[in-house]
């Protein structure tokens, strides 16, 4: 019994020791970022609706996309347009800001 | 009185504290993704007429002192190099550019001889400039029983859009990006980050980005202009379609330029104005890709002298 014992806790031990090898491919998918929009504002992604900018303000919340280059433009709670323009982006946080 | 010690000492002591920075969190857009890479390729389609630039990598180089000195190639240039090749497959991502390769062409030549299919074409543009700034610096916090440490990399490129024909340089960017590793740690308890080799390149990279999103946002595109390929009866072929903007049912000017004359004050070419020979409607598209495309069209006012003058083009109305 006690024989067992100490060769299991051995086995135990031994497998704790056990280097791991893990090969992966990454998600390097880069996100923007919009400072200073107002309370209510909306992110138009590629003429897709994203959410509101205050949730993608980059504290910390910042929006996945796509690498490329993007069409964005941040509406106000009326509907007015308070920024649009090309952005490209590759793998990095980009931040806007939003006047 | 203990109580009132305590209370008041303690958030001293916290504020105190060197506390690492809060690690962004990535949200993903409530749209699917397949759907935004749709949007993505719907929005590269020109809402106005317009034709990409045909560009080079003129010279794309590393001037700052860092990264001279260990595993440099024959030319003493590694960051060069791979900054370059940053630079050249990010003007190709973008979908702004026809880009044109240049630093490795001797390859393309190469396998053009072998082919015995050689159909090169000039840039309108040369793309030249350098990493200017380039380095890593240790930074962090020290508070009570706590500290911090950030290891920051930074970046900065210039380059300039310099015209092939007349060598004005006619616009630059400044892009500049920056990687850090941050670990901190309390009462000896925390997190621990060695040195972090990625953060170079990381660096570079989002330097190289930052210009190229300079490029894609500030730089004008140029008012489209496209050339008569040929002439069949009332039919006529001319160069470029859907991906530059051109619609079926698009009314077009052929012109003739005007000649060329030299400006004593600025010594560039001035065009003298081109005179209208005919104007066209767009019945239809041909060719597969951006560079092979073109459009069919029919004479609606005017003619078409035969042989075609190599001072025809054809623009917007």
Request: a positive charge.
């Given at each position: ?19 791991s090898t893990a090969v992966r491919t990454t998600d390097t998918r880069p996100s923007l970022a919009f400072e200073g929009a107002p309370e209510g504002a909306t992110v138009y992604l590629d003429g897709l609706l994203a959410g509101e900018a205050e949730k993608y303000d980059g504290q910390p919340g910042v929006l996945l996309v796509e690498p490329g280059t993007h069409h964005v433009v941040v ?25 | ?256 330029a005007g000649d060329a004359v030299k400006s004593r004050q600025t010594g560039f070419e001035i065009m003298l104005p081109p005179k209208k020979v005919a104007t066209i409607r767009v019945g239809g598209f041909f060719g597969e890709t951006e560079t092979q495309e073109g459009s069919i069209c029919e004479i609606v006012e005017g003619s078409i002298p035969k042989p075609l003058s190599p001072k ?6």
């Open positions: 019994m006690k024989k067992t014992l100490i060769l299991l806790s051995a086995l135990f031990f031994c497998s704790c020791a056990m280097p509406k106000g709670r009326d509907g007015a347009v308070l920024m649009e323009r090309k952005v490209y982006v590759e793998s990095e946080i980009k931040t806007i800001k939003v006047h | 009185m203990k109580k009132h010690v305590v209370l008041m000492v303690a958030p001293l002591l916290l504020a105190a504290c060197a506390t690492v920075s809060e690690k962004p969190v990535a949200h993903e857009a409530p749209i699917p993704q397949a759907q935004q890479v749709q949007a993505q390729e719907s929005v590269r389609m020109p809402v106005m007429k317009r034709y990409k630039l045909k560009v080079a990598v003129g010279r794309f180089t590393n001037e700052t002192n860092y990264g001279r000195s260990l595993l440099t190639d024959a030319e003493l240039d590694r960051i060069g190099k791979q900054a370059s090749d940053m630079l050249t497959s990010r003007l190709v991502q973008s979908g702004q550019f026809i880009v044109l390769e240049r630093p490795d062409l001797n390859k393309v030549t190469w396998e053009q001889e072998i082919a015995r299919d050689t159909n090169l074409v000039g840039a309108d543009t040369l793309i030249i400039g350098s990493v200017t700034e380039f380095g890593r610096s240790v930074g962090g916090k020290v508070g009570f029983l706590s500290s911090t440490k950030v290891q920051t990399a930074k970046a900065k490129v210039d380059i300039r859009f310099v015209d092939v024909k007349t060598s004005h340089a006619y616009f630059s960017a400044i892009g500049a990006g920056e990687a850090n590793t941050e670990s901190g740690e309390v009462a000896g308890f925390g997190s621990r980050a060695a040195y972090d080799a990625t953060l170079n390149d990381r660096a570079i990279a989002a330097a190289i980005s930052d210009v190229i999103d300079k490029l894609v946002s500030k730089l004008s595109d140029r008012k489209w202009k496209t050339d008569v390929l040929e002439v069949k009866d009332r039919q006529v072929f001319i160069s470029g379609g859907r991906t530059q903007g051109l619609k079926v049912g698009d009314m077009l000017a052929v012109m003739e025809l083009f054809v623009t917007e109305p």
